[in-house]
């Protein structure tokens, strides 16, 4: 079977506890979701609803493998037991498909009898960590104010310890941006292996989402451009952005590759060597990765939880007539069709593809609506490394290690390269 033939899988981002969290971090889109629910909301998924969403995404999973993501909020506060029946309730299905997890935490909470079980059912821990002491709690603090730094490396500590696997999601917001070296080095220094940066980008309130009761714009559709309002103080300027990639780059490159796996620089690459991206944000439609809810609501992504993107409820319908809704609705073929004619013809668009569009609400020197905030950081960004991932491309297609490109970088492989890039 071909690439091509093979079957489409969903993802689908499982929030059971919904927005309720024991931090208050400054830049967080989520916390504000309380809004949209009732009051003396209980904020946990109940046995009955998650019986059926796992149930139902093993069966409809068309893909040998089934990756559950638990996100929040923070999962965590349901405590362990909670996801040991997770894991009761999926082994009835473990002779059909290979069951995988992954648990989206700040870290606070977890202590040994955590770590033993996630070890014990091989679960793959995000830890959130956006580097040194100073710089972590600028944003991440608790509802006190008091920052979290010390408890989340109590926590990635004990993950260590117990040889649980993880990676770090490391948020870059506007102050962050400013001290690229400081936040890649840490974690290095700190036995990180796997590490993934995310911009932080939200807007100030629009009329649709005071509506709604919530603090930040809502995104735009397909039939309805974002409504004009400034960035938070805290969202990252788009060519910080994209010196914060390149200078971490530019340091992984000489010194950690095939070592630390920054998974932004992998998506690059993967991009480069003309694979489908493995992230919605830098693929070219979207449409197939759901969040659910923890009362069971499903909308057409994590980052669009507002009414008028919720597809059904996992108790009434089921999930592939609900990613079929995401689809005809244009939510994901309008990721590729509703790009700015400035990004069709941009020579990095086959890395960026316009990125999330959620985040689509600049506009192109020629006044078309529809243009990514970070596109001037992307583009940056995206340009600096083309020599490197050329060099990189080509030796995995001799059969050689991609770190071989350390040995390379002042050798008169790079150079070749470098000047077939300008020439072409």
Known sequence: MSAADQPQGMHVLAKPIGPACNLKCEYCFYLEKRALFGAGERWRMPDEVLRAYIDQYVSSQPTPVVEFVWQGGEPTLLGVD?????????????????????????????????????????????????????????????????????????????????????????????????????????????????????????????ARSLRHGLKLASPASPDRPAEQTAVTPWSVLPEDYGDFMISVFEDWVCHDVGKVFVMNFEWALNAWIGNPSPVCIHAQQCGRSLAIEHNGDVYACDHYVYPEWRLGNILTDQLPDMIERSLRSGFGVAKETALPRACRQCEVVAACRGGCPKHRFATTPEGEAGLHYLCAGYRKFFLHIRKYLRAMTQLLAMGLPASYVMDAIKGPLLIRLNDEVKQS
């Open 82 to 206: 909670y996801f040991r029946r997770v894991v009761e309730l999926q082994q009835s299905h473990a002779d059909r498909k290979t069951i995988a997890n992954s648990l989206q935490t700040d870290g606070t909470l977890l202590d040994d009898e955590w770590c033993t079980f996630l070890k014990e059912h091989d679960f793959t821990v995000g830890i959130s960590l956006d580097g040194p002491q100073a710089i972590h709690d600028r944003y991440r603090r608790d509802r006190k104010g008091a920052g979290s730094f010390a408890r989340v490396m109590q926590g990635l500590r004990r993950l260590q310890k117990h040889g649980v696997r993880y990676n770090v999601l490391a948020c870059v917001a506007r102050d962050t941006a400013r001290r690229p070296l400081e936040v890649y080095r840490f974690l290095k220094d700190e036995g990180v292996e796997f590490i993934q940066f995310s911009p932080v980008v939200e807007r100030q309130p629009d």
